[in-house]
């Protein structure tokens, strides 16, 4: 515990991928008082023309009362 999804578009390099994992992992076990050796940080490319229907419609409206940070875009 805890266990961190990050779905983005391809463009990333690993390097970012992995620095990004890292800063979110410490961020994360520093503010949730756990130990960083119990988070898990996955990182998925998604493609922009597979964003609606694999990410808003599967995970953003379908959580959306589990948003603690809301994205500042609307699909329709």
Known sequence: MPHIEIKC???RSEEQKKLLAQKV???TAEI???KISSVSVVIKDVEED???EEVWDKQILADKDFLYK???YEIK
Do not use: I, R
Request: charged share 20%; aromatic share 14%; hydrophobic share 25%.
């Open 9 to 11: 578009f391809p463009g």
């Open 25 to 27: 992992a410490q961020d």
């Open 50 to 52: 597979n964003w609606k």
């Open 70 to 72: 809301k994205p500042g």
């Open 32 to 34: 949730l008082n756990s």
